[in-house]
């Protein structure tokens, strides 16, 4: 049974993301668009709260005491994260991200 091509622009953005945390970088390259362009889309899936940066302080994130910390893109820098405009560097889906995918599945 083949996939079903995603419903919308921001599904495939969300099916995009699923199962391994991307920056807006990936995601345009992976998509065919530019980062500038994926801008707008991302803001709004993560003011939606179907997408949240992938970081230690941010929910459920697993780093905690990883042996690869170090080299880890998502490591933390010492740089608090902004809520109220996060930078989008490194996305992952929420629970509400991955229940919508499981829905249109």
Known sequence: MATRPPSSPLAAILQAIAGTPRT???LAQELGSTAA???GMLRTLFAGGYVQEAAPDAGAC?????ALKSLCRNAPDGTPIAAAAPALNLLRLTRRGEA?????G
């Open 24 to 26: 807006p970088s990936e």
């Open 37 to 39: 362009a994926l801008d």
């Open 62 to 66: 697993a780093c905690g005491p990883c």
């Open 100 to 104: 919508y995918l499981g829905r249109i």
